[in-house]
């Protein structure tokens, strides 16, 4: 019986995805014939489209562990609002300080 050929896609982390295609461009650099004009266009769209790509991950995770800067429905109320809602009381300030 004859084994077929694994056609997993290999998922690797987008850090090192952005890694290897760092290197490889300026490898291309250094070496012009090391790859076409076609395989240096699809590395450099693969560059962006993977630093986006964890750019909105790292996005997304502060969001959902809760420090964001983003506004959410909750606490777009201000507390302070200088309204006079009976929860905070005036207080009484004596006319010269150090005095009570």
Known sequence: MASLPITERIMTRLKDQIRLAKK?????????????????????????RAKIALKEKQLRRRQEKGF?????????????????????????????????
């Not at 461009?25 to 769209?45: N, S």
Request: charged share 35%; proline share 5%.
């Open 24 to 48: 490889a461009l300026k490898e291309a650099r250094k070496k012009p014939g090391l790859y076409t004009d076609a395989e240096l266009q699809y590395m450099a769209m693969q560059l962006v």
């Open 68 to 100: 964001s800067n983003e506004l959410s429905e909750t606490r777009n109320s201000d507390s302070r609002c200088g309204e006079d809602n009976g929860v905070r009381s005036e207080s009484e300030q004596p006319e010269q300080p150090g005095k009570s």
